[in-house]
Protein backbone atom coordinates (compact mmCIF):
# COMPACT_ATOMS: atom_id res chain seq x y z
CA UNK A 1 0.00 0.00 0.00
CA UNK A 2 2.85 2.22 0.71
CA UNK A 3 4.61 1.70 -2.33
CA UNK A 4 1.27 2.37 -4.58
CA UNK A 5 0.71 5.77 -2.51
CA UNK A 6 4.06 6.52 -3.48
CA UNK A 7 3.47 5.94 -6.72
CA UNK A 8 0.45 8.00 -6.93
CA UNK A 9 2.25 10.77 -5.27
CA UNK A 10 5.46 10.62 -7.44
CA UNK A 11 2.11 10.98 -10.60
CA UNK A 12 1.12 14.37 -8.85
CA UNK A 13 4.73 15.30 -8.87
CA UNK A 14 5.14 15.10 -12.36
CA UNK A 15 1.19 16.53 -13.20
CA UNK A 16 2.41 19.43 -11.11
CA UNK A 17 5.46 19.91 -12.54
CA UNK A 18 3.36 20.12 -16.17
CA UNK A 19 1.42 22.32 -13.96
CA UNK A 20 3.77 25.08 -13.06
CA UNK A 21 5.13 25.09 -16.73
CA UNK A 22 1.87 25.87 -18.48
CA UNK A 23 1.24 28.21 -15.50
CA UNK A 24 4.49 30.29 -16.61
CA UNK A 25 3.60 29.82 -20.37
CA UNK A 26 0.62 31.59 -19.53
CA UNK A 27 2.38 34.53 -18.34
CA UNK A 28 3.70 35.35 -21.66
CA UNK A 29 2.02 37.27 -24.35
CA UNK A 30 1.88 34.83 -27.02
CA UNK A 31 0.71 32.00 -25.14
CA UNK A 32 -1.96 34.38 -23.67
CA UNK A 33 -2.57 35.38 -27.33
CA UNK A 34 -2.82 31.79 -28.68
CA UNK A 35 -5.27 30.60 -25.59
CA UNK A 36 -7.39 34.03 -26.10
CA UNK A 37 -8.13 32.79 -30.15
CA UNK A 38 -11.40 31.49 -31.71
CA UNK A 39 -8.70 30.16 -34.70
CA UNK A 40 -5.47 29.40 -34.43
CA UNK A 41 -3.26 29.30 -37.80
CA UNK A 42 -1.53 26.32 -39.20
CA UNK A 43 1.73 27.63 -37.20
CA UNK A 44 0.02 28.14 -34.15
CA UNK A 45 -1.49 24.86 -34.57
CA UNK A 46 2.20 23.60 -35.06
CA UNK A 47 3.63 25.14 -32.13
CA UNK A 48 1.27 24.23 -29.88
CA UNK A 49 1.52 20.77 -30.92
CA UNK A 50 5.59 20.58 -30.34
CA UNK A 51 4.95 22.02 -26.38
CA UNK A 52 2.64 19.25 -25.70
CA UNK A 53 4.84 16.61 -26.90
CA UNK A 54 7.84 17.88 -25.57
CA UNK A 55 5.27 17.70 -22.38
CA UNK A 56 4.75 13.96 -22.80
CA UNK A 57 8.36 13.20 -24.48
CA UNK A 58 9.16 14.65 -20.76
CA UNK A 59 6.92 12.92 -19.00
CA UNK A 60 7.52 9.32 -20.45
CA UNK A 61 11.67 9.98 -19.53
CA UNK A 62 11.02 10.87 -15.87
CA UNK A 63 9.03 7.91 -15.10
CA UNK A 64 9.59 5.05 -12.60
CA UNK A 65 9.70 1.73 -14.51
CA UNK A 66 7.67 -1.08 -12.49
CA UNK A 67 8.33 -4.42 -14.65
CA UNK A 68 9.13 -3.30 -17.86
CA UNK A 69 6.58 -0.46 -17.61
CA UNK A 70 6.85 2.98 -17.16
CA UNK A 71 4.48 5.27 -14.75
CA UNK A 72 3.60 8.62 -16.26
CA UNK A 73 1.41 11.49 -17.47
CA UNK A 74 1.83 10.89 -21.18
CA UNK A 75 -1.35 10.87 -21.56
CA UNK A 76 -2.14 13.78 -19.32
CA UNK A 77 -0.03 15.95 -21.93
CA UNK A 78 -2.15 14.26 -24.83
CA UNK A 79 -5.51 14.87 -23.43
CA UNK A 80 -4.54 18.08 -21.92
CA UNK A 81 -3.74 19.41 -25.61
CA UNK A 82 -6.53 18.40 -27.48
CA UNK A 83 -9.14 19.39 -24.93
CA UNK A 84 -7.35 22.99 -25.09
CA UNK A 85 -6.46 23.34 -28.50
CA UNK A 86 -8.73 21.12 -30.50
CA UNK A 87 -8.20 17.51 -32.05
CA UNK A 88 -5.66 18.28 -34.53
CA UNK A 89 -3.16 19.27 -31.53
CA UNK A 90 -4.52 16.00 -29.63
CA UNK A 91 -4.30 13.42 -32.15
CA UNK A 92 -0.54 15.02 -33.42
CA UNK A 93 0.30 14.71 -29.75
CA UNK A 94 -0.98 11.40 -29.24
CA UNK A 95 0.78 9.91 -32.18
CA UNK A 96 4.44 11.82 -31.52
CA UNK A 97 3.88 10.62 -27.64
CA UNK A 98 2.56 6.92 -28.71
CA UNK A 99 5.57 6.59 -31.22
CA UNK A 100 7.93 8.02 -28.80
CA UNK A 101 6.99 5.85 -26.28
CA UNK A 102 6.97 3.13 -28.41
CA UNK A 103 10.43 3.06 -29.94
CA UNK A 104 12.17 3.82 -26.55
CA UNK A 105 11.01 0.68 -25.65
CA UNK A 106 9.83 -1.79 -28.74
CA UNK A 107 10.49 -5.38 -27.43
CA UNK A 108 8.99 -4.18 -23.37
CA UNK A 109 5.37 -5.38 -21.99
CA UNK A 110 3.86 -2.20 -22.51
CA UNK A 111 5.32 -0.56 -25.63
CA UNK A 112 2.33 -1.26 -27.75
CA UNK A 113 -0.25 -0.33 -25.53
CA UNK A 114 1.01 2.70 -24.70
CA UNK A 115 1.17 3.01 -28.12
CA UNK A 116 -2.54 2.44 -28.91
CA UNK A 117 -3.67 4.58 -25.30
CA UNK A 118 -1.72 7.68 -26.49
CA UNK A 119 -3.32 7.97 -29.72
CA UNK A 120 -7.00 6.60 -28.61
CA UNK A 121 -6.31 9.64 -25.85
CA UNK A 122 -5.56 12.08 -28.24
CA UNK A 123 -9.08 11.26 -30.55
CA UNK A 124 -10.48 11.37 -27.16
CA UNK A 125 -9.26 14.61 -26.47
CA UNK A 126 -10.43 16.07 -29.89
CA UNK A 127 -14.06 14.81 -29.42
CA UNK A 128 -14.39 16.39 -25.88
CA UNK A 129 -13.28 19.80 -27.69
CA UNK A 130 -15.58 19.59 -30.29
CA UNK A 131 -18.58 17.88 -28.03
CA UNK A 132 -18.68 18.93 -24.32
CA UNK A 133 -19.44 22.15 -23.41
CA UNK A 134 -16.66 24.35 -22.54
CA UNK A 135 -17.52 24.18 -18.68
CA UNK A 136 -17.56 20.28 -18.63
CA UNK A 137 -14.29 19.95 -20.25
CA UNK A 138 -12.60 19.65 -17.24
CA UNK A 139 -14.62 16.61 -15.86
CA UNK A 140 -14.94 14.86 -19.02
CA UNK A 141 -11.52 15.30 -19.29
CA UNK A 142 -10.78 13.61 -16.43
CA UNK A 143 -13.35 11.12 -17.27
CA UNK A 144 -11.44 10.42 -20.62
CA UNK A 145 -8.09 10.25 -19.17
CA UNK A 146 -9.36 7.40 -16.33
CA UNK A 147 -10.75 5.62 -19.43
CA UNK A 148 -7.70 5.50 -21.54
CA UNK A 149 -5.10 4.68 -18.68
CA UNK A 150 -7.79 1.58 -17.92
CA UNK A 151 -7.82 1.09 -21.92
CA UNK A 152 -3.76 1.12 -21.78
CA UNK A 153 -4.18 -1.48 -17.98
CA UNK A 154 -6.71 -3.80 -20.49
CA UNK A 155 -4.04 -4.00 -23.55
CA UNK A 156 -1.33 -4.24 -21.21
CA UNK A 157 -3.09 -7.66 -19.91
CA UNK A 158 -4.03 -8.69 -23.16
CA UNK A 159 -0.42 -7.76 -25.00
CA UNK A 160 2.06 -9.14 -21.94
CA UNK A 161 3.46 -12.52 -22.06
CA UNK A 162 3.19 -14.34 -20.04
CA UNK A 163 -0.36 -12.97 -19.07
CA UNK A 164 0.74 -13.31 -15.67
CA UNK A 165 3.51 -10.27 -16.19
CA UNK A 166 0.42 -8.27 -17.49
CA UNK A 167 -1.58 -8.63 -14.17
CA UNK A 168 1.28 -8.34 -11.83
CA UNK A 169 1.90 -4.70 -13.57
CA UNK A 170 -1.29 -3.71 -13.91
CA UNK A 171 -1.95 -4.79 -10.51
CA UNK A 172 0.80 -2.07 -8.84
CA UNK A 173 0.50 0.63 -11.95
CA UNK A 174 -3.82 1.01 -12.48
CA UNK A 175 -4.37 2.56 -9.09
CA UNK A 176 -1.73 5.55 -9.50
CA UNK A 177 -1.89 6.00 -13.35
CA UNK A 178 -6.09 5.95 -13.37
CA UNK A 179 -6.34 8.04 -10.26
CA UNK A 180 -3.37 10.54 -11.80
CA UNK A 181 -5.60 11.85 -14.67
CA UNK A 182 -7.19 13.94 -12.27
CA UNK A 183 -4.62 16.17 -13.07
CA UNK A 184 -6.19 17.25 -16.73
CA UNK A 185 -9.01 18.18 -15.14
CA UNK A 186 -6.63 21.18 -12.75
CA UNK A 187 -4.54 21.59 -16.09
CA UNK A 188 -7.57 22.41 -17.94
CA UNK A 189 -9.28 24.52 -15.34
CA UNK A 190 -5.92 26.47 -14.89
CA UNK A 191 -5.62 27.74 -18.68
CA UNK A 192 -9.50 28.36 -19.42
CA UNK A 193 -9.28 29.96 -16.70
CA UNK A 194 -6.78 32.15 -18.57
CA UNK A 195 -8.48 32.07 -21.66
CA UNK A 196 -11.60 33.18 -19.82
CA UNK A 197 -9.73 36.57 -19.33
CA UNK A 198 -10.27 37.18 -22.80
CA UNK A 199 -13.90 37.87 -22.19
CA UNK A 200 -13.13 40.47 -18.47
CA UNK A 201 -10.85 41.85 -20.93
CA UNK A 202 -13.35 42.50 -24.11
CA UNK A 203 -15.67 44.01 -21.31
CA UNK A 204 -13.46 46.10 -20.16
CA UNK A 205 -11.99 47.50 -23.75
CA UNK A 206 -15.29 47.71 -24.66
CA UNK A 207 -16.05 50.07 -21.89
CA UNK A 208 -13.10 52.02 -22.78
CA UNK A 209 -14.86 52.85 -26.10
CA UNK A 210 -17.61 53.94 -24.85
CA UNK A 211 -16.09 55.76 -22.45
CA UNK A 212 -14.56 57.36 -25.72
CA UNK A 213 -17.25 57.81 -27.51
CA UNK A 214 -19.24 60.02 -24.41
CA UNK A 215 -15.98 61.97 -24.37
CA UNK A 216 -15.97 62.66 -27.85
CA UNK A 217 -19.81 62.88 -28.93
CA UNK A 218 -19.81 66.58 -28.68
CA UNK A 219 -17.08 67.24 -30.99
CA UNK A 220 -18.84 65.30 -33.87
CA UNK A 221 -21.88 68.46 -34.38
CA UNK A 222 -19.26 69.96 -36.18
CA UNK A 223 -16.44 68.29 -37.88
CA UNK A 224 -13.21 70.45 -38.25
CA UNK A 225 -9.97 70.08 -38.20
CA UNK A 226 -9.92 71.31 -34.49
CA UNK A 227 -12.50 69.13 -33.49
CA UNK A 228 -11.12 65.82 -35.38
CA UNK A 229 -7.57 67.05 -33.29
CA UNK A 230 -9.34 66.98 -29.94
CA UNK A 231 -11.23 63.39 -30.78
CA UNK A 232 -7.70 61.99 -31.70
CA UNK A 233 -6.18 63.65 -28.25
CA UNK A 234 -8.87 61.64 -26.23
CA UNK A 235 -8.40 58.38 -27.93
CA UNK A 236 -4.62 58.93 -27.79
CA UNK A 237 -4.89 60.15 -23.33
CA UNK A 238 -7.21 56.87 -22.81
CA UNK A 239 -5.51 54.34 -24.64
CA UNK A 240 -2.16 55.19 -24.10
CA UNK A 241 -1.03 55.42 -27.66
CA UNK A 242 1.91 57.25 -29.32
CA UNK A 243 -0.28 59.49 -31.58
CA UNK A 244 -3.22 58.90 -33.41
CA UNK A 245 -4.79 60.51 -37.10
CA UNK A 246 -8.16 60.27 -38.55
CA UNK A 247 -7.75 60.34 -42.46
CA UNK A 248 -10.48 60.84 -45.44
CA UNK A 249 -10.09 58.60 -48.82
CA UNK A 250 -6.96 60.95 -49.51
CA UNK A 251 -5.93 63.55 -47.11
CA UNK A 252 -4.88 63.41 -43.20
CA UNK A 253 -7.23 65.62 -42.13
CA UNK A 254 -5.96 64.96 -37.66
CA UNK A 255 -2.78 63.82 -35.72
CA UNK A 256 -1.91 63.62 -32.31
CA UNK A 257 0.78 62.91 -30.46
CA UNK A 258 4.82 61.79 -31.98
CA UNK A 259 5.80 62.80 -34.92
CA UNK A 260 2.86 65.40 -35.69
CA UNK A 261 5.60 68.33 -36.78
CA UNK A 262 6.53 65.62 -39.82
CA UNK A 263 2.62 66.60 -41.13
CA UNK A 264 0.88 69.17 -42.88
CA UNK A 265 -2.51 68.62 -41.66
CA UNK A 266 -5.11 68.82 -44.05
CA UNK A 267 -3.11 68.87 -47.19
CA UNK A 268 -0.68 65.22 -45.92
CA UNK A 269 -1.93 62.63 -48.47
CA UNK A 270 -2.36 59.86 -46.92
CA UNK A 271 0.74 57.01 -47.33
CA UNK A 272 0.11 53.82 -49.36
CA UNK A 273 -0.48 51.42 -46.80
CA UNK A 274 -3.36 53.67 -45.98
CA UNK A 275 -4.85 53.45 -49.12
CA UNK A 276 -4.53 49.89 -49.61
CA UNK A 277 -6.10 49.49 -46.38
CA UNK A 278 -8.77 51.63 -47.23
CA UNK A 279 -9.04 50.21 -51.07
CA UNK A 280 -9.81 47.01 -49.48
CA UNK A 281 -12.09 47.70 -46.36
CA UNK A 282 -9.43 45.52 -44.16
CA UNK A 283 -7.85 46.31 -40.89
CA UNK A 284 -3.63 46.64 -41.21
CA UNK A 285 -1.31 46.13 -38.46
CA UNK A 286 2.05 46.47 -38.51
CA UNK A 287 4.03 45.09 -35.26
CA UNK A 288 7.38 45.47 -35.47
CA UNK A 289 7.71 48.33 -38.52
CA UNK A 290 9.24 51.43 -38.86
CA UNK A 291 7.08 54.12 -40.12
CA UNK A 292 8.40 56.13 -43.38
CA UNK A 293 7.59 59.69 -41.90
CA UNK A 294 8.41 59.19 -38.25
CA UNK A 295 10.98 56.32 -37.45
CA UNK A 296 10.54 56.34 -34.24
CA UNK A 297 7.20 54.65 -34.79
CA UNK A 298 7.26 50.98 -34.79
CA UNK A 299 3.83 49.58 -33.92
CA UNK A 300 0.67 50.50 -36.43
CA UNK A 301 -3.07 49.61 -36.67
CA UNK A 302 -5.07 51.29 -39.22
CA UNK A 303 -8.79 50.64 -39.20
CA UNK A 304 -10.97 52.00 -42.06
CA UNK A 305 -14.08 53.73 -41.31
CA UNK A 306 -17.58 53.11 -43.22
CA UNK A 307 -20.43 55.24 -44.02
CA UNK A 308 -23.25 53.82 -45.86
CA UNK A 309 -21.21 50.18 -46.95
CA UNK A 310 -18.40 52.78 -48.01
CA UNK A 311 -14.80 53.13 -46.77
CA UNK A 312 -14.39 57.45 -46.23
CA UNK A 313 -11.54 57.16 -43.96
CA UNK A 314 -9.31 55.25 -40.94
CA UNK A 315 -8.52 55.83 -37.95
CA UNK A 316 -4.83 54.64 -37.51
CA UNK A 317 -3.01 54.07 -33.88
CA UNK A 318 0.38 54.29 -33.32
CA UNK A 319 3.29 53.11 -30.68
CA UNK A 320 6.69 54.09 -30.14
CA UNK A 321 7.30 50.34 -29.07
CA UNK A 322 7.18 47.27 -31.14
CA UNK A 323 4.61 44.43 -30.74
CA UNK A 324 1.89 47.26 -28.97
CA UNK A 325 -0.73 45.91 -31.04
CA UNK A 326 -2.41 43.40 -29.14
CA UNK A 327 -5.73 41.34 -29.63
CA UNK A 328 -7.75 42.90 -27.02
CA UNK A 329 -6.23 46.43 -28.47
CA UNK A 330 -7.30 45.45 -31.97
CA UNK A 331 -11.73 44.08 -30.64
CA UNK A 332 -11.29 47.38 -28.99
CA UNK A 333 -9.87 49.58 -32.00
CA UNK A 334 -12.60 48.37 -33.97
CA UNK A 335 -15.35 48.88 -32.03
CA UNK A 336 -14.18 52.42 -31.19
CA UNK A 337 -14.18 52.74 -35.12
CA UNK A 338 -17.44 51.62 -35.75
CA UNK A 339 -18.92 53.93 -32.96
CA UNK A 340 -16.65 56.53 -34.23
CA UNK A 341 -18.03 55.57 -38.34
CA UNK A 342 -21.84 56.01 -36.96
CA UNK A 343 -21.11 59.54 -35.31
CA UNK A 344 -19.79 60.95 -37.98
CA UNK A 345 -22.59 59.65 -40.41
CA UNK A 346 -24.87 61.20 -38.00
CA UNK A 347 -23.32 64.44 -37.96
CA UNK A 348 -23.28 64.61 -41.73
CA UNK A 349 -26.79 63.86 -41.60
CA UNK A 350 -27.21 66.68 -38.83
CA UNK A 351 -25.74 68.92 -41.34
CA UNK A 352 -27.94 67.34 -44.43
CA UNK A 353 -30.71 68.93 -41.78
CA UNK A 354 -29.61 72.01 -41.03
CA UNK A 355 -28.81 72.40 -45.09
CA UNK A 356 -32.09 70.89 -45.56
CA UNK A 357 -34.19 73.33 -42.97
CA UNK A 358 -31.70 76.66 -44.33
CA UNK A 359 -32.79 75.28 -47.84
CA UNK A 360 -36.85 75.24 -46.90
CA UNK A 361 -36.62 78.83 -45.35
CA UNK A 362 -35.28 79.86 -48.81
CA UNK A 363 -38.30 78.54 -50.16
CA UNK A 364 -40.32 80.29 -47.91
CA UNK A 365 -38.83 83.99 -48.33
CA UNK A 366 -39.00 83.20 -52.14
CA UNK A 367 -42.38 82.20 -52.14
CA UNK A 368 -43.67 85.19 -50.11
CA UNK A 369 -41.53 87.60 -51.50
CA UNK A 370 -42.70 87.52 -55.07
CA UNK A 371 -46.53 87.75 -54.38
CA UNK A 372 -45.95 90.31 -51.34
CA UNK A 373 -43.84 92.46 -53.62
CA UNK A 374 -46.45 92.25 -56.09
CA UNK A 375 -49.48 93.76 -54.09
CA UNK A 376 -47.37 96.28 -52.41
CA UNK A 377 -46.02 97.96 -55.47
CA UNK A 378 -49.60 98.22 -56.68
CA UNK A 379 -50.52 100.09 -53.39
CA UNK A 380 -47.52 102.32 -54.05
CA UNK A 381 -48.07 103.04 -57.08
CA UNK A 382 -51.74 103.95 -56.77
CA UNK A 383 -50.65 106.20 -53.33
CA UNK A 384 -48.15 108.27 -55.65
CA UNK A 385 -50.34 110.83 -57.06
CA UNK A 386 -52.88 110.96 -54.08
CA UNK A 387 -50.53 110.52 -51.31
CA UNK A 388 -47.11 111.43 -51.86
CA UNK A 389 -46.01 111.62 -48.29
CA UNK A 390 -47.35 107.46 -47.75
CA UNK A 391 -46.07 106.16 -50.49
CA UNK A 392 -42.62 107.78 -49.26
CA UNK A 393 -43.16 106.13 -46.31
CA UNK A 394 -44.54 102.59 -47.63
CA UNK A 395 -41.03 102.33 -49.97
CA UNK A 396 -39.22 102.33 -47.00
CA UNK A 397 -41.15 99.80 -45.08
CA UNK A 398 -40.55 98.33 -48.10
CA UNK A 399 -36.69 98.37 -48.42
CA UNK A 400 -36.23 97.67 -44.45
CA UNK A 401 -38.68 94.94 -45.31
CA UNK A 402 -36.74 93.53 -48.42
CA UNK A 403 -33.49 94.28 -47.02
CA UNK A 404 -34.12 91.96 -43.58
CA UNK A 405 -35.20 89.18 -45.96
CA UNK A 406 -31.81 89.23 -48.25
CA UNK A 407 -29.82 89.66 -44.87
CA UNK A 408 -31.81 86.78 -43.04
CA UNK A 409 -28.84 84.22 -42.02
CA UNK A 410 -29.27 80.95 -39.68
CA UNK A 411 -28.43 82.84 -36.58
CA UNK A 412 -30.86 83.63 -33.94
CA UNK A 413 -31.85 87.65 -34.14
CA UNK A 414 -33.53 89.17 -31.25
CA UNK A 415 -37.24 89.66 -31.04
CA UNK A 416 -37.24 93.22 -31.73
CA UNK A 417 -35.46 93.29 -34.82
CA UNK A 418 -38.19 90.19 -35.84
CA UNK A 419 -40.72 92.87 -34.97
CA UNK A 420 -39.54 95.76 -36.58
CA UNK A 421 -39.94 93.74 -39.94
CA UNK A 422 -43.55 92.58 -39.03
CA UNK A 423 -44.37 95.97 -38.58
CA UNK A 424 -43.24 97.06 -41.72
CA UNK A 425 -45.09 94.52 -43.59
CA UNK A 426 -48.12 95.70 -41.53
CA UNK A 427 -47.62 99.21 -42.55
CA UNK A 428 -47.77 97.92 -46.49
CA UNK A 429 -50.24 95.63 -45.84
CA UNK A 430 -52.87 98.39 -43.68
CA UNK A 431 -51.69 100.22 -47.42
CA UNK A 432 -53.56 98.06 -49.12
CA UNK A 433 -56.77 97.50 -46.98
CA UNK A 434 -56.92 100.70 -45.37
CA UNK A 435 -59.53 100.65 -42.38
CA UNK A 436 -60.11 97.13 -43.39
CA UNK A 437 -57.37 96.05 -40.81
CA UNK A 438 -56.44 96.92 -37.52
CA UNK A 439 -53.78 95.09 -35.68
CA UNK A 440 -52.95 94.91 -32.08
CA UNK A 441 -49.83 94.24 -30.02
CA UNK A 442 -49.97 92.90 -26.94
CA UNK A 443 -46.14 92.78 -26.04
CA UNK A 444 -44.64 92.46 -22.93
CA UNK A 445 -41.44 95.00 -23.58
CA UNK A 446 -39.40 93.48 -20.49
CA UNK A 447 -38.86 90.39 -22.43
CA UNK A 448 -35.89 90.05 -24.30
CA UNK A 449 -35.06 87.06 -25.93
CA UNK A 450 -33.94 85.89 -29.50
CA UNK A 451 -35.57 83.84 -32.02
CA UNK A 452 -35.19 82.37 -35.45
CA UNK A 453 -35.96 84.91 -38.37
CA UNK A 454 -38.94 85.10 -40.36
CA UNK A 455 -41.07 82.85 -37.70
CA UNK A 456 -44.03 85.19 -36.61
CA UNK A 457 -44.28 86.85 -39.75
CA UNK A 458 -45.94 84.24 -41.72
CA UNK A 459 -48.53 83.67 -39.22
CA UNK A 460 -49.28 87.40 -39.21
CA UNK A 461 -49.50 87.03 -43.36
CA UNK A 462 -51.53 83.95 -42.76
CA UNK A 463 -54.16 86.02 -40.78
CA UNK A 464 -54.53 88.59 -42.69
CA UNK A 465 -54.34 86.46 -46.28
CA UNK A 466 -56.89 83.72 -45.22
CA UNK A 467 -58.83 85.34 -41.98
CA UNK A 468 -59.18 89.23 -42.83
CA UNK A 469 -58.85 89.55 -46.40
CA UNK A 470 -61.73 86.70 -47.91
CA UNK A 471 -64.34 88.24 -44.84
CA UNK A 472 -66.95 90.98 -45.30
CA UNK A 473 -66.45 93.94 -43.50
CA UNK A 474 -63.39 95.28 -41.02
CA UNK A 475 -61.03 92.73 -39.32
CA UNK A 476 -58.60 92.75 -36.53
CA UNK A 477 -55.29 90.48 -36.37
CA UNK A 478 -53.94 90.38 -32.16
CA UNK A 479 -50.13 90.17 -31.84
CA UNK A 480 -49.59 88.36 -28.38
CA UNK A 481 -46.23 88.45 -26.47
CA UNK A 482 -46.05 87.29 -23.35
CA UNK A 483 -43.94 85.42 -20.88
CA UNK A 484 -44.71 83.29 -17.25
CA UNK A 485 -41.42 81.80 -15.19
CA UNK A 486 -41.00 78.69 -17.41
CA UNK A 487 -41.52 80.31 -21.24
CA UNK A 488 -43.05 82.91 -23.44
CA UNK A 489 -46.03 82.62 -25.10
CA UNK A 490 -46.12 84.05 -29.04
CA UNK A 491 -49.80 84.31 -30.34
CA UNK A 492 -51.56 85.85 -33.72
CA UNK A 493 -55.13 85.81 -33.41
CA UNK A 494 -57.56 87.30 -36.19
CA UNK A 495 -61.15 87.95 -36.46
CA UNK A 496 -61.34 86.30 -39.88
CA UNK A 497 -63.50 83.85 -41.50
CA UNK A 498 -61.47 81.09 -39.35
CA UNK A 499 -59.59 78.59 -40.18
CA UNK A 500 -61.19 75.43 -41.35
CA UNK A 501 -60.91 72.11 -38.68
CA UNK A 502 -59.60 70.16 -41.74
CA UNK A 503 -56.35 72.21 -42.24
CA UNK A 504 -55.62 71.87 -38.48
CA UNK A 505 -55.85 68.49 -38.58
CA UNK A 506 -53.42 68.55 -41.67
CA UNK A 507 -51.12 70.61 -40.26
CA UNK A 508 -50.89 68.16 -37.01
CA UNK A 509 -50.39 65.10 -39.23
CA UNK A 510 -47.51 67.38 -41.08
CA UNK A 511 -49.62 67.20 -43.91
CA UNK A 512 -49.50 70.40 -46.22
CA UNK A 513 -52.46 72.67 -46.88
CA UNK A 514 -53.83 74.08 -49.84
CA UNK A 515 -51.97 77.47 -50.58
CA UNK A 516 -50.29 77.19 -46.82
CA UNK A 517 -47.03 76.04 -47.35
CA UNK A 518 -45.88 79.28 -45.02
CA UNK A 519 -48.03 77.43 -42.05
CA UNK A 520 -46.87 74.33 -42.13
CA UNK A 521 -43.15 75.10 -42.43
CA UNK A 522 -43.66 77.26 -39.39
CA UNK A 523 -44.99 74.23 -37.63
CA UNK A 524 -42.44 71.91 -38.68
CA UNK A 525 -39.60 74.69 -37.23
CA UNK A 526 -41.20 75.29 -34.32
CA UNK A 527 -41.83 71.16 -33.55
CA UNK A 528 -37.80 71.18 -34.26
CA UNK A 529 -36.46 74.25 -32.55
CA UNK A 530 -38.77 73.78 -29.57
CA UNK A 531 -39.97 70.40 -29.14
CA UNK A 532 -44.01 70.86 -30.18
CA UNK A 533 -45.08 72.58 -33.38
CA UNK A 534 -48.06 75.28 -33.50
CA UNK A 535 -51.40 75.09 -31.81
CA UNK A 536 -54.34 76.09 -33.64
CA UNK A 537 -58.05 76.42 -32.75
CA UNK A 538 -61.09 78.30 -34.38
CA UNK A 539 -62.68 81.11 -32.84
CA UNK A 540 -65.91 82.49 -33.33
CA UNK A 541 -65.35 84.28 -35.62
CA UNK A 542 -61.29 83.77 -36.44
CA UNK A 543 -58.58 81.88 -35.79
CA UNK A 544 -55.64 81.79 -33.15
CA UNK A 545 -52.64 80.40 -33.41
CA UNK A 546 -49.42 80.27 -30.81
CA UNK A 547 -46.73 78.08 -29.58
CA UNK A 548 -44.14 78.30 -26.84
CA UNK A 549 -40.32 79.09 -26.48
CA UNK A 550 -38.67 77.40 -23.24
CA UNK A 551 -36.98 79.98 -21.34
CA UNK A 552 -34.52 77.33 -20.69
CA UNK A 553 -34.36 76.69 -24.59
CA UNK A 554 -33.40 80.34 -24.83
CA UNK A 555 -30.60 82.07 -23.11
CA UNK A 556 -31.47 85.51 -24.00
CA UNK A 557 -35.12 85.12 -22.22
CA UNK A 558 -35.25 87.45 -19.36
Known amino acids: MNQMFEMLLAVYERAALMLICLFLLTRTRQFRQLLQKEEHTRQELVAVTVIFSLFAIFSTYSGIHVEGSLIN ?94 LDIVSKIAIPMILGAVSIGLIVLLVQGVEDEKEVIAARQAKLALDIANKTLPYFRHINSDSLSTICDIIRTDIKADAVAITNQHNILAYVGVGAEQYNIGHEIISETTKESIHSGKITIKNNDEADRVPQIHSLIIIPLWEKGIVTGSLKIYYCHAHQITNSL ?159 RISVKDTGSGISEDVIEQVKRNEQPAKKIGLLNVHHRVSLLYGEGLHIRRLEPGTEIWFYINRSNNKQAA
Open 73 to 166: VRVIAVMSGGILFGPWVGIATGIIAGIHRFLIDIDGPTSVPCLISSIVAGFVAGFIKLKIKKEHRWGMGILGGMLCESLTMLLVVIWAEPTALG
Open 330 to 488: KVMAVGLSQIISTQIEVSRIEQLREMADRAELRALQSKINPHFLFNALNAISSLIRINPDTARQLIINLSRYLRYNLELNDEQIDIKKELYQIQDYIAIEQARFGSKLSVIYDIDEELSFTIPSLLIQPLVENAIVHGIQPCRGNGVVVLSITGTDERI
